[in-house]
């Protein structure tokens, strides 16, 4: 298939940051401007152009559909453009007149509407974990159970369907050869739990409401209330689902809670919802007391995340935490920094070069190239 036009402006997709920010771990970086996967039956090719995105199939199993207007469904739908980030944009900087400056840097990050189990079986092993090994995880795993598909960028493999990793009578075991570890007997589990339901059961997750569907989800071996919301967020439909952990807590408290909390009420030009202004500022004052985080402090930062950027809070959340995170990793300089203490700056590096066992354990140290830093934190972990 040549190269087709999807027809979006980099103002509302960029495939870097969308793609790398830790929700999807299946995409490959296969030259410049370009990403490959086995998705939909077929091994996709996407690329950024200077005023749009181009989609290729290099090639596709014999059930898929051979058309390309088929396949511009499919990626319409997972990249969900039905949905202008440009005017949610305009709607947040009503609220906060800060996502002006997120609105430029952050632009194009987009939530994405995977397939359900791609999304849950990855996310549940993304507990303590990084990018580069829950992908490494899950080339394992499609590598056993997938469908290979030739192309010439190589052999790439669909995700599985449960069904199909329900065949394995030694699921648990081979996930454990995979490197799985202790993951692999929540994946047994769920497995054996979902077979028997079919992909309708997930499917009518959609249908449901948030507080059902997250119920639903956590009754999922290995599936808490974060991996819970990812998948309601990513996959489910419920864009007002903001998966919460420590970075999102940290942006809620650097952002919010003093400029929500401080003397005379000055918000800095925030438009609050009349109707939500009292019940906002008493998020902001009761998350402002935990100074580490706890349950409770996730659910704050969640509920003030929720009541300012409603109906589409995830999707704020989103350009929130990837902001966060290009200035954790320094992918990007869009912000002054303040001349470092050479003495700490020495003392945390020295920290930093010498890793936990538990990084000896699961990560081996990686060779320094020449490459930009790359974010190591899921999207919501």
Known sequence: MVWQDLEVAPV?????????????????????????CAIFGHVVDLK??????????????????????????????????HVSLQALCDQWIKVDPEFKGLARTQIGVRILRQPIVENLFTFIASSNNNIKRITMLVDKLCSRYGQPIGTEKGTFFTFPSVQTISEDPEVEQTMKELGFGYRAKYYAKTVERLAPLGDAYLENLRHISVELARAELMKLSGVGPKVADCVLLMSLDKADAVPVDTHIWQVAQKRYVGRLTGSGNDLEGMQLPPDKQEQIQELARQLGAFKSPSTRAYELAQALIVTLFSPYAGWAQ????????????????TKPKARPNPVSTKRKAEKQSTPSKQECKDEPVAKRTGLRPRPTSTMFN
């Open 48 to 81: 950024q152009a200077d005023t749009s995105i181009l989609f290729r199939s290099l090639g596709r199993l014999p059930t898929a559909s051979e058309t390309s207007e088929d396949l511009k469904l499919l990626l319409s739908d997972y990249f969900q453009l």
């Open 318 to 333: 989103g350009m929130l935490f990837s902001d966060d995170l290009v200035d954790s990793v320094g992918t990007t300089a």
């Open 12 to 36: 509302e997709l960029r495939l870097d940051p969308t793609l790398i920010c830790g929700q999807a771990f299946h995409w490959k970086s296969t030259g410049p401007n370009e990403w490959t």
